[in-house]
């Protein structure tokens, strides 16, 4: 009996035990709940307070000509606080607001509208988003006489969270180039390279965390205000940019190429008037995904074009001259264990310098170079260096592509590196590097950095200006350079670009061709260009366009190119009539077009009978130009043609033009106003006559 008696106590007081804890418990609960609960309450409150960043509004980007590239737009998120608004109110208007909703955002029926408010308000919920849709600023503004809207933030609860946007008011044009950033702040373009002046200084607001995560601001006032970003001024041409594209497009969709770039530069400043890269997508249709023209992906062998680096290193190194021949055979030849061929079937066999560039002979060039490199490589390499080609050309632009050029003692050289190097295989540039090269023939010799980048203005004051600087001040001698220039306009006239001569402008450049590596093999893909510049005598811009990848045979040459950039020298032409190739003002050398070149008896009978003055210095020639000497038409001999040489008929009447070359042996094709003067003649003065070779002369 003891022993059941110490059991039922032990049990008694276990028990005891357990109900105080749970009346303590309970009291305990009481006692929070009916005398500390505003306070926890409030604490709770505080602690899903915090102050969150208010982002500033991003700077503008501009064209050259104020037009906006970029800019940001206001757009609101709409949200509700369901219980501020009076219940007699909120019955009364409910209805009508919901079918509003449903009316405008189109996503749900105007009952669903009203369930959605109404179990808001039943819970109490102080922060109902509505529709994740972002309007506009004039959507705001009707919507602000809404019924329950139009009582306010205060009375109605309506709530219009503002929220930028970027926006392009030339949509695709130049977007890449422009670019993006994200809400990490990683991007492409201006946007990304330009954050720092763009974004301004974000500010601070006081919000209170919600149900689900979200955040609502409870206060209009902020501890820091913003501080707008500044506004960049680019040097692109929205006209210009407008052309480039348009014409890229139309070969792309016509030769349905994988990519296609174009850059259009001023000559006299570096400054990059249009850049346009257009990117083949999934549906068959062009946008702009990558920066080609500058980045890294654009980076690839140049082919022929790079050809210009070549004659500029032989015209340097050694004593060649233009109308020098060398012999290209049937357009095969080795150099030690692989073959070199030329496009043309046969060959082109015996060429002078200046035919070995203008029809593009792989066999000329490399024959050529290894001729005057072939024992120190690496002087060659040096002339690379020399012309800004192996290093980034320090673009306003994060992302732009590194070249990639062989020394002679790296690893990777071999004892065909340099044939093959000189006709653009075997190294790596951007379009933009081939084009600052060709801007520097255009402008003299004065190699300039290329910019995008104006300068960074707050409202109007200049806080940054940017120039170009000068990469190099003479890129070769006025002599190699005359001879370039030359051998760039012969490559129109007569050579591989010649059936698009004809337009508003006169064009020099080079097309170029290169077939694509792919898994370390070379294919059938081919990277097609044309790099030059126009009006060819006075140079006002330069450009490039690549066209990679063509699917249309007709597409696989750099020729076919040319017709891209005569297309945009033609719009340019039509848009820009001061820049057009006319006859000079009165006043410069060619005031007097009538006595330019000819017979001198004839031209001084022509002279008496218009009354017009001139020297009567005696010359002992038969043929003479006409030259201004004050008010005066001075004399100076002609150029006279050694045998087997083109004469020099630029200037001069059909007649006479006939006479020298018909004696020369050459077939004369004639376009124009035959009543008029020679403007141009496809086979340059003093190189190289075959007799029975036609020659085109241009009347105007």
């Known amino acids: 009996m003891a022993f059941k008696q110490t059991i039922l106590l032990r049990t008694r007081i276990a028990f005891l035990a357990v109900l105080l804890f749970a009346t303590a418990i309970v009291a305990k609960l009481v006692y ?17 307070l915090a102050y969150r960043p208010i982002k500033a509004t991003r700077g503008n980007i501009y064209a050259d000509d104020g037009n906006l590239l970029a800019t940001s737009l206001p757009f609101y998120r709409v949200a509700l606080d369901p219980c501020i608004v009076d219940e007699t109110t909120f019955q009364e208007q409910i209805v009508a607001l919901s079918q509003l909703l449903a009316n405008f955002y189109q996503d749900k029926s105007a009952e669903a509208y009203q369930h959605l408010v109404q179990s808001a308000r039943q819970a109490k919920c102080r922060y109902l988003i509505l529709n994740p849709r972002r309007i506009d600023h004039q959507a705001k503004k009707a919507m602000s006489q809404w019924p329950i809207f139009c009582k306010g933030r205060w009375c109605g609860g309506v709530l219009f969270e503002k929220v930028e946007k970027r926006f392009h008011p030339f949509k695709d044009l130049a977007a890449r180039t422009i670019g993006f950033i994200n809400a990490n702040e990683c991007g492409a373009g201006l946007e990304y390279s330009f954050n720092q002046d763009l974004k301004g200084l974000d500010g601070s607001a006081l919000y209170q965390k919600i149900t689900g995560g979200n955040w609502k601001k409870i206060s209009d006032g902020a501890s820091d205000r913003t501080v707008r970003g500044c506004d960049l001024e680019t040097t692109i041409d929205i006209n210009l940019q407008d052309v480039a594209h348009n014409s890229l ?34 549906n068959a249709q062009y946008r702009e995904c990558y920066n080609y023209a500058i980045g890294n992906q654009g980076a690839t062998e140049p082919g022929s074009t790079f050809k210009l680096v070549s004659m500029l290193a032989l015209l340097e190194e050694t004593s060649v001259a233009l109308t020098d021949t060398i012999d290209t055979g049937d357009g095969r030849f080795q150099f030690h264990d692989r073959i070199m061929k030329d496009v043309k079937r046969g060959g082109f066999g015996e060429l002078t310098v200046q035919e070995v560039f203008e029809y593009s002979s792989n066999v000329g060039v490399a024959r ?10 690496q002087k060659f390499v040096n002339y690379i260096h020399r012309l800004s080609l192996s290093k980034p050309l320090g673009l306003q632009m994060i992302g732009a592509g590194v070249p990639f050029i062989k020394d002679a003692k790296s690893p990777g ?23 600052t090269l060709y801007n520097a023939v255009a402008n003299h010799g004065k190699m300039l950095q290329p910019v995008i980048v104006k300068r960074v203005k707050r409202a109007n004051k200049t806080v940054k200006e940017f120039q170009g600087t000068v990469l190099s001040k003479k890129i070769c001698t006025d002599a190699t350079l005359r001879k370039l220039q030359t051998m760039l306009e012969g490559v129109v006239e007569r050579g591989t670009a010649s059936k698009f001569r004809h337009g508003f402008y006169q064009i020099a450049g080079k097309s170029g061709t290169a077939n694509k590596v792919v898994n370390g ?9 044309f790099v030059g510049y126009f009006p060819a005598k006075s140079p006002r811009y330069s ?158």
């Open 32 to 48: 929070i709940q009916s005398f500390q609960g505003t306070r926890w309450k409030n604490e709770a409150e505080v602690a899903g």
């Open 249 to 282: 497009l139309k070969a792309l969709q016509a030769s349905e190429a994988a990519y296609g770039c174009a850059v259009v530069m001023e000559v006299k400043t570096g400054e990059i008037k249009a850049i346009v890269n257009l990117s083949r997508t999934e």
């Open 368 to 377: 050529l170079i290894d001729e005057a490199f072939g024992k120190h490589p």
């Open 413 to 435: 050289w071999s004892s065909v590196t340099l044939p093959w190097m000189s006709i653009g295989y075997e190294l790596k540039i951007t379009p933009l590097h081939t084009l």
């Open 521 to 529: 093999k070379y294919t059938n893909d081919t990277y097609a260009s």
């Open 543 to 700: 450009c490039i366009v690549v066209i990679d990848s063509p699917q249309c045979y007709a597409w696989h040459f750099g020729t076919a190119v040319a017709t891209v950039v005569k297309d945009i020298a033609d719009k340019i032409a039509a848009k820009d009539l001061a820049a057009r190739d006319f006859i000079p003002s009165k006043g410069s050398p060619d005031v007097f077009p009538l006595i330019r070149a000819g017979y001198r008896e004839e031209l001084l009978q022509l002279c008496d009978a218009l009354g017009v003055a001139y020297h009567k210095q005696e010359l002992d020639v038969a043929w003479v130009r006409g030259i201004l000497d004050g008010d005066h038409i001075g004399w100076k001999a002609n150029e006279i043609p050694k045998p087997g040489q083109v004469p020099h008929v630029l200037g001069m009447t059909l007649k006479d033009a006939l006479f020298l070359l018909e004696n020369c042996g050459l077939k004369v094709t004639v376009q124009g106003h035959k009543g008029g003067r020679v403007t141009a003649q496809s086979l340059l003065p003093n190189t190289r006559s075959v007799h029975g070779k036609t020659i085109a002369l241009k009347m105007g």
